[in-house]
């Protein structure tokens, strides 16, 4: 059995949280993030909130 210590899970949430904001200013639609990342439409669309809420303040 594989022990996945929580430091490790942030590390892979943070990795999938990059490729999926990357994704999506790329121009992928949202369904085809969440398909391609295994995580739901309101996962994707949270983070596509977030990265607009980002570019806002700068």
């Known amino acids: 059995m594989e022990i ?3 430091w490790e899970k942030k590390g892979i949430q943070k ?3 990059i ?6 200013r790329e121009g992928l639609s949202v369904e085809t993030v969440a398909r391609i ?6 996962q994707v669309q949270q983070l596509q ?3 607009a809420d ?3 303040d700068n």
């Open 19 to 24: 490729v999926v904001l990357n994704s999506l």
């Open 54 to 56: 980002t570019s806002q």
């Open 15 to 17: 990795a999938l949280e």
């Open 4 to 6: 996945i210590t929580s």
């Open 37 to 42: 990342t295994g995580l739901t439409v309101e």
């Open 49 to 51: 909130r977030d990265l």
